[in-house]
């Protein structure tokens, strides 16, 4: 019985360490097919739309006239995404490539570090950070795209 027990624990606790990993290659696996009703499945667009509106307000500054038009260009650039331009910027393989994306869970096994409990981080190729991903429920989305 107590076998039983640790294995179950030893399984549950390995699929919980995977299941970012996994949502990622599943976002990439629905991104190679142009299944934008897939992709909205691994995507919260809202919460993308916001990281890339204060990303871009970040990098203009924060504050005075840059920090207003990095705002104003952070908010049109975040209401352009959508799960359809998401799979026409991403259906590129090379694209994906550079975000450090894959459908190998081995891959992205070199790619994918944790950074919380609730926060996972994807790193391109070059080692600069490209996602993150958030933990819902037992699920993982995307909230977060470094343009």
């Known amino acids: 019985m107590l076998k039983k027990l640790i294995g179950i624990l030893v399984v ?3 699929l919980a360490f995977l ?11 629905a991104l190679e097919a142009e299944d934008a009703q897939a992709v909205d ?18 990098q203009a ?6 920090g207003a038009i ?3 260009v952070g908010a049109a650039a975040g209401s352009m995404v959508t799960p359809d331009t998401m799979v026409a910027a ?7 490539d550079s975000m450090g994306m894959s459908s190998s869970l081995r891959q992205m096994m070199h790619r994918g ?3 919380s ?13 490209t996602m993150l991903l958030t933990r819902r429920g037992i699920g993982w989305e995307v909230t977060g795209i470094k343009l």
Not at 44 to 56: K, L, P
Not at 61 to 66: L, V, Y
Not at 119 to 127: A, D, K, L, M, S
């Open 70 to 72: 990095g705002g104003f």
């Open 90 to 96: 991403l259906k590129d393989q090379s694209r994906r």
């Open 117 to 129: 409990a609730d926060q996972f981080i994807v790193h391109n190729t070059e080692g600069r950070p």
């Open 19 to 29: 299941s970012p990993y996994y949502a990622v290659t599943q976002l990439t696996e």
């Open 61 to 66: 500054g924060g504050t005075g006239i840059a």
């Open 12 to 14: 549950a606790g390995a």
């Open 41 to 58: 499945k691994y995507v919260d667009f809202d919460a993308v739309r916001g990281y890339v509106e204060n990303d871009m307000r970040q």
């Open 113 to 115: 570090q944790w950074h």
